[in-house]
């Protein structure tokens, strides 16, 4: 399981406190889509400084304009950006090639697709791409889990995971085995952000789901 942590909603100074901080004990550093429209380009390149090697996704969700977008994050160093699964087809192919053509990642968030569009997308797109099942900020309030996204489909994909996110949630995914776990405001709202990704790493080591099913 990788952890990706999200920097949202809070200034770019504390993003790049918090990057220095627990940059060299996660998996991937993710500049928010906040952080971007606020920040630009120049936020992505601050992350990426202060990351010091470790992996950052730019979340442009992009919805057109494909290659313009994420040749702006792979440029400012970005590793991965995000295009949204509801845009067009051309423009999530598009998407798809500038990452094979740049050696970079893309991820496409599903956030807002049925289940026809998700099983679609998975058939239809090449392995290396990750589909990220994700319950937007305005939704969590209803309650919505981002597990309860993962159906059939997802089966042999590389995925990942975002929504309100917490360490309990963390015990009970691991039966996927090739899942990235996207947290924010766990750690970025915490008293201390790397107490709060070692506990994040230690319910991933600890699936509480596999134990109970051991036992039964």
Not at 66 to 72: D, N, P, Q
Not at 86 to 95: E, G, I, M, V
Not at 164 to 175: I, K, M, Y
Not at 202 to 209: E, F, H, K, M, T
Request: hydrophobic share 50%; charged share 25%.
């Amino acid at each position: 399981m990788e952890l990706q942590i999200a920097l949202d909603r809070i200034p770019l100074a504390q993003a790049v406190e918090v990057t220095a901080a627990i940059a060299q004990h996660v998996d991937w550093i993710e500049v928010g889509t906040s952080l971007i429209k606020a920040y630009g380009m120049d936020g992505v390149r601050a992350v990426v400084e202060a990351a010091a090697g470790v992996p950052v996704l730019a979340d442009l969700k992009t919805a057109d304009d494909a290659r313009f977008e994420f040749t702006l994050a792979y440029d400012a160093g970005a590793a991965s950006a995000t295009v949204l699964g509801l845009a067009a087809d051309a423009t999530l192919d598009t998407a798809v090639r500038v990452a094979a053509e740049r050696g970079r990642e893309a991820v496409v968030d599903l956030m807002g697709l049925v289940e026809d569009r998700r099983a679609e997308l998975a058939a239809r797109l090449p392995a290396g791409v990750v589909l990220a099942a994700h319950v937007g900020k305005d939704v969590q309030t209803t309650g919505l889990r981002p597990e309860s996204l993962l159906g059939p489909w997802a089966d042999g994909r590389r995925l990942a995971l975002a929504g309100g996110l917490t360490a309990a949630d963390l015990r009970q995914l691991g039966q996927f085995a090739d899942l990235r776990v996207i947290v924010g405001s766990a750690v970025t709202k915490a008293d201390d952000p790397l107490t709060a990704v070692f506990a994040l790493r230690a319910a991933a080591a600890q699936p509480d789901n596999i134990d109970k099913e051991k036992s039964s």
